[in-house]
């Protein structure tokens, strides 16, 4: 294996940011409006994200009747997860992996042979079929047609060991292409099973959290075509950082006078946590206390919380008082480097926020936390 590829195998995640909708410039317009009106309307505060739920509601009927901002689109708090983890199969697929993750990492200053940034960043998902795929990586024509590869924009052969695996499940993580060795920049993520995918796409990754945003992608489709019903791109990309870049949240355009572009982009971290509860109706509490700033899981077994944290799918993990006795079974990975005390909590539901501020390894992170948190 060539020397810049053995470090490039050092990164086995990578991670993408979906907007679909045009959410985050709706959401940059509607903290934008909060900025510059909060004397007007006597918001608490000029930053959209710390204004209560009731100011929230006001915001709309503020902006219809506002003369400067009337028509304006917007979106508001609370905004889902818009990040999805993949890691990568270095050793089934390696030109497909080196592949990917440069078209990650790179940015829109890097142009290729087509003349367009060699780049996934601010590039288009142009299919989308529920219960079948979700394509993007058309960097060069945004709709399919195209794509361009890192290796002098040609197109590179298929290899053998990510031919052989299966798309059994979802999450696959796929080469798209036109034919045999016909591989570029194009990519597909399976919703559910397609067999009929089998020896013709090589394999080279797969999922490892953001199965929500998967959701909502899959969301987009329509039984009648491939375009999904609305627009989505990928506003940010790149290697991911098991512990220290975040797994889930969302881009927030802080308005900023001082800045060239008059605002200051932030990632909004929500923490992903499992549930950990003995019923149904205690793990519904905790939903209720924690979704509003938080990814949640909930777990049924204990094998399946210690596959979570071996593969870096959770960043905690809420244990009920009742299941106490089940969580002492778990054990992290040593190459977490974290004590099992800041990132399992024994906690009752109505805690649960302030437990994970005030005792998680996430509070020691210079990561901005969303909400409560």
Known sequence: MPE????????KHCYLDFDLDDTRYKLGQAAAFCHATNQRYGFSSPDLRQLGGSELKRIPDYLENDHEWKGTSIALLPVKSSRIVLQLKWDVAP?????????????EKQIGQSGKPLTYRNSTVHRVIPKFVVQGGDIVFGNGSGGESIFNGKKFKDERLGLLLKHDRRGILSMGNSGKNSN??????????APQCDGKH?????????????????????????????SIKITDCGAWTPLQ??????????????SYSGISPVFVVRPRVAILA??????????????????VVTATTIGTINTWLQCYAI??????PACETEAHQLTLPSDWGITTEHTILISKPIDALQNIRSHSWLVSRNWSLDGAI
């Open 315 to 320: 960043d905690l993990l809420v244990v009920a």
């Open 245 to 258: 870049t975040p797994g889930a949240g969302y881009w927030y355009d802080q308005p900023d006078e001082k």
């Open 95 to 107: 030109l497909a992996c080196e592949n990917f993750l440069a078209l990650c990492c790179n940015d």
């Open 202 to 230: 090589v394999i080279f990754g797969e999922v490892v959290s953001g199965w929500d945003v998967l959701d909502s992608l899959e969301g987009t489709g329509t039984p009648n075509t491939e375009t999904p019903q609305v």
């Open 184 to 193: 570029t920049s194009q990519f597909f993520i399976t919703f559910d099973k």
């Open 278 to 295: 003995p019923n149904d109706q205690v793990a519904d509490k905790f939903k209720v206390a924690l979704e509003p700033v938080c990814t």
């Open 4 to 11: 810049a590829r053995k470090m490039n195998s050092q990164h």
